[in-house]
């Protein structure tokens, strides 16, 4: 049985252009209440098809040390779909979406489910990454690495916000790397 069900999206459907390093001075409503359980140190599957395995990697690296910040996150590459807990996958569409994020429960039978409503009230078991080749194969390793972090870090409880200097901007994004607002959450989730 396929552990993928439909469950909260969120999307990341930006053009970049302008892409720097930058610290986020808030973390005002960046985070979901709750968390990707177990989430300090997972393995994460690319499924067979997806083309970005230099970005996929990289992006991870990225995630788990930050340019001059620090968190507790440890991610390995697996090819056990049943152990991996963050998954990323590939698809083509004309949908405005780069890529996005989507977070799955489980029920008493142990069948993966949609947790949409629910991301502030239980913790959740498994996250995968849809990229949208579409629109991903027209940006260079440095563009897809973020948009790839900034899809992770909803995996790991964060949420789209309005700063322009975050990670998690929910619009085109000035930074390409994890910012201390996110990593701030990271620590205190993780």
């Not at 610290?23 to 989430?39: S, V």
């Not at 590459?77 to 489980?106: E, G, H």
């Not at 563009?143 to 995996?155: G, Q």
């Not at 085109?172 to 959450?185: E, L, W, Y």
Request: aromatic residues 12%; proline residues 2%; contains cysteine.
């Amino acid at each position: 049985m396929k552990k993928r069900l439909l469950s909260f999206i969120v999307c990341f459907s930006l053009s970049i252009s302008n892409t720097i390093i930058a610290n986020a001075t808030t973390n005002t409503d960046i985070d979901w209440n709750k968390k990707l359980i177990d989430g300090r140190n997972i393995a994460y599957m690319i499924n067979s098809g997806v083309e970005y395995t230099v970005s996929i990697p990289n992006a991870v690296n990225k995630l788990m040390y930050p340019s001059g910040l620090s968190n507790n996150l440890v991610l390995n590459i697996t090819n056990n779909y049943m152990t991996s807990k963050l998954d990323f996958y590939q698809y083509s569409a004309v949908d405005r979406i780069n890529a996005s994020a989507s977070v799955y429960r489980k029920n008493s039978s142990g069948n993966y489910y949609n947790s949409t409503s629910e991301k502030d009230i239980y913790d959740w078991v498994y996250g995968e990454i849809q990229i949208n080749d579409n629109y991903m194969n027209n940006y260079n390793n440095t563009i897809r690495e973020a948009i790839l972090i900034h899809e992770m870090l909803h995996v790991y409880g964060l949420k789209d916000i309005s700063n322009s200097n975050s990670i998690m901007y929910y619009a085109t994004p000035k930074v390409t790397g994890v910012t201390s607002d996110a990593n701030n959450v990271l620590n205190n989730k993780y």
